[in-house]
């Protein structure tokens, strides 16, 4: 089965940027979906954003126009450009990826934190 890592979560102040990025350890379809969910202390995993095979985006309202999501196809990876962070974009942060026709076989990776603090 396909693994996915995470990288490039930290520690950062309120307003500043990270970015994660995850790599599959082999080749996907470039028609997978890849996303990324993120859970915060005692609270439900949510959606944060995801990428189609065709580049079409959709974000979590409370991240629509600060974070943005793309993907490298040749290179099998997904990003997560994230700006303008809150201390409530405190979470662990999970890369996704699953194929469109069958959602169920979702594939997660480790998980990455990120904490926004001063």
């Known amino acids: 089965q396909v693994q996915l890592v995470e990288s490039g979560g930290g520690l950062v102040q309120p307003g500043g940027s990270l970015k994660l990025s995850c790599a599959t350890s082999?080749?996907?379809?470039?028609?997978?979906?890849m996303g990324w969910y993120r859970q915060a202390p005692g609270k439900q995993r949510e959606l944060v954003a995801t990428?189609?095979?065709?580049?079409?985006?959709s974000y979590a309202d409370s991240v629509k126009g600060r974070f943005t999501i793309s993907r490298e196809n040749e290179k099998n990876t997904v990003h997560l450009q994230m700006n303008g962070l809150k201390p409530e974009d405190t979470a662990v942060y999970y890369c996704?990826?699953?194929?469109?026709?069958?959602?169920?076989?979702?594939?997660w990776g480790q998980g990455t934190q990120v904490t926004v603090s001063s």
């Open positions: 990428i189609t095979g065709y580049f079409s985006t």
């Open positions: 996704t990826t699953y194929p469109p026709w069958a959602p169920e076989v979702i594939v």
């Open positions: 082999e080749n996907i379809n470039s028609r997978y979906v």
